[in-house]
């Protein structure tokens, strides 16, 4: 674990190469000490269909990072830098990039081939 779901301003996709995004974050996640392998890291992107933001771009994207509850605080916010740096690096016109972390508290099901 960890899960990142990136919402996201109608139009980056036409503009940004989000699969580039996507693979970025999963490459640096899945490096961290703290994950246990590249199995567990999920990362993808969603278009919202209609929004409005308060700044000018209009362009957004927000990030929610899921993590399984246990890893200390000093790990959490290391993660959700990760998470930050990465949309900067592919977003940086963005007009808001934003990153909540959320912990996935059981039960939490899954399953894998």
């Known amino acids: 674990m960890p899960h990142v779901i990136v919402e996201h301003s109608a139009g980056l996709q036409d503009s940004h190469d989000l699969q ?3 693979d970025d974050l ?3 996640l899945a490096a961290h ?3 246990n392998g590249p199995e567990t890291v999920r990362t993808r992107t969603i278009a919202a269909t209609a929004s409005r933001i308060g700044v000018v771009p209009q ?3 927000h990030a ?10 000093a790990t959490r916010d290391d993660l959700a830098g990760i998470v930050m740096d990465t949309l900067q690096a592919h977003l940086p016109e963005a007009g808001s990039l934003t990153v909540r972390l959320t912990d996935l508290n059981p039960p939490y099901l899954k399953r894998m081939l």
């Open 20 to 22: 580039a995004l996507c």
């Open 26 to 28: 999963f490459d640096r």
């Open 33 to 35: 000490p703290s994950v």
């Open 59 to 61: 362009a957004f994207a």
């Open 64 to 73: 929610t990072l899921l993590l399984i509850p246990g890893r200390d605080d």
